[in-house]
């Protein structure tokens, strides 16, 4: 059973960074295909990035090109690590698993299958 726990958010001033890490603490050693979602107070929840089960693409959502990158440590484990954050960064960031092989990463919450609890990111002016 996949069982996805994030870590690594908090508080942080406009221009800092942080990095989030997701882990299946699960006993699967499967691969997945990962990505990362966030939401704000009162909106929808979004795509930010995504790795495919192969590791061989990313892709990321253009408020976050060139500040987020996504690296996949192992089969259990992804990394977003976020610099220039701006206040518009702040949420609720989810980090999702897929076991689909595809071409393209996935960026549809649709796509994935297990959902970690979510973590609070807040970036203040």
């Known amino acids: 059973q996949v069982q996805l726990v994030e870590s690594g958010g908090g508080l942080v001033q406009a221009g800092g960074s942080l990095r989030l890490s997701c882990e299946d603490s699960?006993?699967?050693?499967?691969?997945?295909?990962m990505g990362w979602f966030r939401q704000a107070p009162g909106k929808e929840r979004e795509f930010v990035a995504a790795?495919?089960?192969?590791?061989?693409?990313t892709s990321y959502a253009d408020s976050v090109k060139g500040r987020f990158t996504i690296s996949r440590v192992n089969a259990k484990k992804v990394f977003l690590q976020m610099n220039s954050l701006k206040p518009e960064d702040t949420g609720v960031y989810y980090c999702?698993?897929?076991?689909?092989?595809?071409?393209?990463?996935?960026?549809?919450?649709?796509?994935?299958?297990?959902w970690g609890q979510g973590t609070q990111v807040t970036v203040s002016s």
């Open positions: 790795i495919t089960l192969t590791g061989s693409r």
């Open positions: 699960g006993r699967t050693d499967r691969w997945y295909a």
């Open positions: 999702a698993f897929s076991p689909r092989l595809t071409v393209v990463p996935a960026t549809v919450p649709s796509e994935y299958d297990y």
